[in-house]
């Protein structure tokens, strides 16, 4: 008689399963330690950072004054010690940590300033730089947050560049029709919130895939604004004036921090509504019954709606609020900062596609867009800065700081987000 014999079958450790090796992180900084070491050998002279805007701040900080060679060689060294060290987690199969790429992003930047820096009349002004860099950062900061919003409900919002675009321009136009820029507020929010109706009303009532509407969006109000621009401005350029702007407000104690102070709390009321809005969006997705919701529809539409979840109204909703964010962003071109400006055809110069570039970094996060955001506006205001301090600095080279940080931020961190799972999926029920 013949006995069945069954096989036997170990048990597997998770642990024993190798996750694949990803040198991404270790070939990024590999490329900003080169860049680190190039400014060091062409730095030379002595380099000075200055850390107050004028004479009558509060609390006066000393002027620093460095050998540009020194410092850039030595920020070369942290950038060389810190891919050393990724290079080390990664075989390890270990977690680089985000205390490396800020030591990288700073080495690169302070390399930069001191290169151009060095021997110079210039002065290497931190303060003012980083008060340009939340200027440049603030559009980018509104039209990240809103991708976060629609994403997270499951809405690919591509068309963000044309909501800041129809934002700024209805924010100029109502501004100088009232006379009012408070009205002119009202009105970017509004237009930026037609954009998103538009986006939602053929992704999530018609099911057109999300990219192709967003595109075409982007085309439409590019072609609205350069119709009305070349037509109703030309002829009544009251209508388009520089004149309306918001002041900016300094916060007692709080603008008197050195350095950070009046770059961060002697603002406009727009600069400070957005804080508002970085902390209440970032409650309300993950500490409220709302966010929980809206998370729900762009992870799995189909489990929501067996709990009684409305999916279509809540994405519907949720690309009104991120067109309305967009637009007050796309208000910052015109009238939201201290000196206004008139509307230019296509003036927002691509940021609504660097936004949604810093809402991937972040990986779909307020805070990590924000940080995103904070980091391409800081790499622009690096660029206009270093022609100031040197005016034979190579133009071509330094006009590309800002794409190349994209790059290199991109390739280095966007494999490792995961985006929301079932954003640009139709739901049909």
Known sequence: MSTAVTPKVESVNHGDILAKISWKLPITFAIATLIAVFAALKSEGMAVFKFSLSRKDMIQVPEWHVSASLLCWILAACA???????????????????IAAFVVAVAVVFSLLAWQGGGSAG???????????????????????????????????????????TGAFAGVVVASATGSVWVGFIAAPIAGAL????????AVRYNVDHIIVGVVLNTFALGLTTFFFSTVLSQKPELNSASMNLENIKIPL??????????????????????????????????????????????????????GIKVRPIRFRASLISGALAGLGGAYFTIGANIGHSFNNNMTDGNGYIALAAMILGKWHPVGAVGAAVMFGFAKA?????????????????????????VLAVAGFVGRSRPPASENVPYTK
């Open 80 to 98: 060389a010690l810190a891919f050393l060290w990724a290079t080390w987690r990664t075989s390890r199969r270990e977690k680089v940590g985000i």
């Open 123 to 165: 002065q290497i002004t931190l303060t003012a730089t980083l008060a340009a860099a939340l200027a440049l950062s603030t559009p980018l900061i509104f039209g990240a947050l809103a991708g976060v919003v629609s994403e997270r409900s499951g809405v690919v919002n591509i068309a963000i560049e044309g909501q800041l675009l």
């Open 195 to 202: 954009i998103g109706a538009l986006l939602a009303l053929f």
């Open 254 to 307: 709080l603008g008197d921090i050195p350095v950070i102070g009046p770059a961060f709390f002697n603002q406009t009321l727009l600069t400070y509504f957005m804080y508002i809005v970085i902390v209440v969006l970032t409650i309300y997705l993950f500490r409220s019954r709302w966010g929980l919701r809206l998370r729900a529809c762009g992870e799995h539409p189909h489990a929501a709606d067996t709990v």
């Open 382 to 406: 690096v660029a206009i800065l270093m022609p100031s301090l040197n005016i034979d600095a190579p133009s071509n080279l330094i006009n590309m700081i800002p794409y190349v940080v994209t």
